[in-house]
C-alpha cells in the first residue's frame, strides 16, 4: 500500500498549490482520505477529509472558506486545493486513509510521506 503526496512548494503569500495524494494497492472508493499537516514546532492537525461514500466534505476551522479537498475514484486520487496561502500554512502536509472520516489519527491506517508547504510573507 501507497500513498504518494506531492503538489507541495514554495509560494508567496497570496498564492495557491494544489496537492495531490494518489494512492495504490488499496481499494481506493473504500478509504475516506484526509490531509493533515505539521507546522514547525507543532504538532500535526487535521486539514480536511473526504468520505468514501457520499463524498461528504470536511474541514478544520483553519481551512473551511479556503481549501477545497476532492476526489478522484477512478485516478485513486484525492486533491487539496489551497488558494490564498497564509505563512501560518507553512507545514508538510500528510494523506492519510482510514475506513471512515474521525478526528482520532490513530484510525489512519495508510501514510502518504508528506509535501512541504512553505508560504513567504
Known amino acids: 500500500v501507497q500513498l504518494q503526496a506531492s503538489g507541495g512548494g514554495l509560494v508567496q503569500a497570496g498564492g495557491s498549490l494544489r496537492l495531490s495524494c494518489v494512492a495504490s494497492g488499496i481499494t481506493f472508493d473504500r478509504y475516506a482520505i484526509c490531509w493533515f499537516r505539521r507546522a514547525p514546532g507543532k504538532k500535526r492537525e487535521g486539514v480536511s477529509c473526504?468520505?468514501?461514500?457520499?463524498?461528504?466534505?470536511y474541514y478544520a476551522d483553519s481551512a473551511k472558506g479556503r481549501f477545497t479537498i476532492s476526489r478522484d475514484n477512478a485516478k485513486n486520487t484525492v486533491y487539496l486545493q489551497m488558494p490564498g496561502l497564509k505563512p501560518e500554512d507553512t507545514a508538510v502536509y500528510y494523506c492519510?486513509?482510514?475506513?471512515?472520516?474521525?478526528?482520532?489519527?490513530?484510525?489512519?491506517?495508510?501514510w502518504g510521506q508528506g509535501t512541504l508547504v512553505t508560504v513567504s510573507s
Open positions: 492519510a486513509a482510514a475506513d471512515k472520516v474521525g478526528v482520532n489519527q490513530a484510525q489512519y491506517r495508510y
Open positions: 473526504i468520505s468514501r461514500a457520499d463524498g461528504s466534505t
